[in-house]
């Protein structure tokens, strides 16, 4: 297994064991919301709330940087942290979870994170893919440039793992059901 693919999935697991410890801590989830602010069509889905202007840039692989909404400044869950990463979109009771990892957690570049909760998996990465493209506000071929890692949540899929299915829409995506 090469290094990159090795971290990835110690951060994934450390992810999910983190949100199982807050999920056993707090069962429910309230957002507060303030300021000037446009509401995601993604509610309860997890993005609530992102200011108006306030930017984060993201390099993609090729090097090219990318602004996109500063998702990092929306109502978190208590786990989200520069050390842990934040949540894009989705949640740990939603059919999906997008996490940004820092750049400093991955080597230098930043990883966006999608696992998918549900069955079938097909459906639940479409949806996924709706709520990356809608929070980021970025194009299939800006997203395909990203440094994402997509893959089923762990125990979810004895046919396809934790291994990595890719964004349906990129180059090298595994079919799903």
């Known amino acids: 297994m ?7 999935l110690a951060v994934l697991l450390v992810v999910f064991a983190v949100f199982g410890m807050y999920w056993l801590i707090k069962k429910t989830y309230s957002p507060v919301t ?3 602010a446009t ?10 709330v992102i200011p108006v202007g306030n930017q984060l840039t993201i390099v993609l692989s090729d090097g090219s940087k990318v602004a996109v909404p500063d998702f990092t400044k ?3 869950p208590a786990w989200a942290d520069p050390v842990s990463g934040y949540r894009v979109a989705g949640s740990e009771y939603s059919t ?6 820092p750049p400093a957690q991955n080597g230098g570049k930043a990883r966006v ?3 998918l909760l549900a069955e079938p998996l097909g459906a639940t990465r479409i949806a996924a ?9 970025l194009s299939n071929p800006v997203l395909c440039a990203l440094d994402t890692y997509v893959s089923a949540g762990p ?10 299915v890719g964004l349906s829409f990129c180059p090298g995506a595994v079919k799903l059901p």
């Open 34 to 36: 303030s300021g000037t």
């Open 113 to 115: 994170l999608v696992t």
């Open 155 to 164: 125990g979810l899929s004895d046919t396809y793992g934790t291994d990595p």
């Open 39 to 48: 509401t995601s069509p993604f509610g309860g889905l997890g993005s609530s």
């Open 129 to 137: 893919e709706d709520a990356l493209r809608t929070t980021l506000k």
């Open 96 to 101: 999906f979870l997008i996490t940004y990892v």
């Open 2 to 8: 090469n290094k990159p693919l090795a971290i990835g």
């Open 74 to 76: 929306i109502d978190q």
